[in-house]
């Protein structure tokens, strides 16, 4: 649906557009001083896991690890870097994943069944509610073409997902009921609605993680633009876990 700002639209968000950067174990790392954070032992943070890129993924890897007890340490740069973790619409996706990839689509539908409790246990730890809502999402096609050619790829999810995917077509006035006053363009034949998909308020959802890393006994570093990793010493697949390395911040 084009123009419609404040509605449900087709391909209205895509959950954290991010890739998740480097983590590297068993780090002894060397820092600058930092104003975001008071340093340890001079000018040293020590973790047993550190994360390059502390955005809504390396967050949410650090919580994880810190919450199971291990030592987390997290170097991000500048709050003033255009970052997708802050700057998004906060859906959770599930009903157009992995169309081509059904291993995908199933773990994709796996995390958003554990996402009450993890919303809930992130409340319960930090005060801070992520404001995690299942609603279900609607697709709204443009012409008849496009219409068609969204229902002919709707049922073909459902044939190659299963039971687990529910995604229903609707016709222009079953459409027109369930969005209410929201006036539907000419051109708008009719549409779908999934109710697998939600959504968290981003920002209520980053701040949480990070505070949830703190109370676990974890450090993020902020204004730590990693520039390079070095290894020392060599380093070779069968003899990681032993590695050390350098990284250095620009």
Same mark, same amino acid.
């Given at each position: 649906?084009?123009?419609? !700002?404040?509605?449900?639209?087709?391909?209205?968000?895509?959950?954290? #557009?991010?890739?998740?950067?480097?983590?590297?174990?068993?780090?002894?790392?060397?820092?600058?001083?930092?104003?975001?954070? #008071?340093?340890? $032992?001079?000018?040293?943070? @020590?973790?047993?896991?550190?994360?390059?890129?502390?955005?809504?993924?390396?967050?949410?890897? *650090?919580?994880?690890? +810190?919450?199971?007890? /291990?030592?987390? %340490?997290?170097?991000? +740069?500048?709050?003033?870097?255009?970052?997708?973790?802050?700057?998004?619409? %906060?859906?959770? !996706?599930?009903?157009?994943?992995?169309? $081509?990839?059904?291993?995908?689509?199933?773990?994709?539908? +796996?995390? !958003?069944?554990?996402? #009450?409790?993890? *919303? !809930?246990?992130?409340?319960?730890?930090?005060?801070?509610?992520?404001?995690?809502?299942? @609603?279900?999402?609607?697709?709204?096609?443009? %012409?008849?073409?496009?219409?068609? +050619?969204? /229902?002919? @790829?709707?049922?073909?999810?459902?044939?190659?997902?299963?039971?687990?995917?529910?995604?229903?077509?609707?016709?222009?006035?079953?459409?027109?009921?369930?969005?209410?006053?929201?006036? &539907?363009?000419?051109?708008? /034949?009719?549409?779908?609605?999934?109710?697998?998909?939600?959504?968290?308020?981003?920002?209520?959802?980053?701040?949480? &993680?990070? $505070?949830?890393?703190?109370?676990?006994?974890?450090?993020?570093?902020?204004?730590?633009?990693?520039?390079?990793?070095?290894?020392?010493? %060599?380093?070779? #697949?069968? @003899? *990681?876990?032993? /590695?050390?390395?350098?990284?250095?911040?620009?």
């Amino acid at each position: 649906m084009r123009g419609y !700002s404040d509605s449900p639209r087709r391909h209205c968000f895509k959950g954290p #557009p991010i890739c998740s950067r480097t983590v590297i174990r068993d780090v002894e790392s060397t820092l600058a001083q930092t104003q975001a954070e #008071p340093m340890t $032992n001079g000018n040293q943070h @020590k973790a047993d896991v550190l994360i390059v890129g502390g955005g809504v993924v390396g967050a949410s890897i *650090a919580y994880g690890l +810190a919450a199971e007890g /291990a030592r987390v %340490g997290v170097l991000d +740069a500048e709050d003033s870097d255009f970052s997708a973790s802050r700057g998004n619409f %906060g859906m959770i !996706s599930i009903s157009n994943k992995g169309f $081509n990839n059904l291993a995908y689509f199933r773990l994709s539908y +796996a995390s !958003s069944r554990l996402w #009450p409790e993890f *919303a !809930s246990t992130l409340r319960e730890q930090t005060g801070i509610d992520p404001a995690f809502d299942l @609603k279900g999402k609607i697709y709204l096609p443009v %012409g008849d073409a496009e219409f068609a +050619a969204h /229902a002919e @790829k709707v049922a073909e999810y459902a044939r190659r997902v299963g039971a687990d995917y529910r995604h229903d077509i609707l016709n222009r006035a079953d459409l027109q009921q369930l969005l209410g006053n929201v006036r &539907l363009g000419e051109r708008v /034949a009719g549409g779908s609605f999934s109710p697998l998909d939600g959504l968290a308020e981003p920002l209520r959802l980053y701040s949480g &993680l990070i $505070n949830a890393i703190r109370r676990h006994g974890g450090w993020v570093l902020r204004d730590h633009r990693v520039g390079r990793i070095e290894h020392q010493g %060599g380093i070779s #697949p069968s @003899k *990681a876990t032993g /590695a050390r390395f350098r990284i250095v911040v620009e």
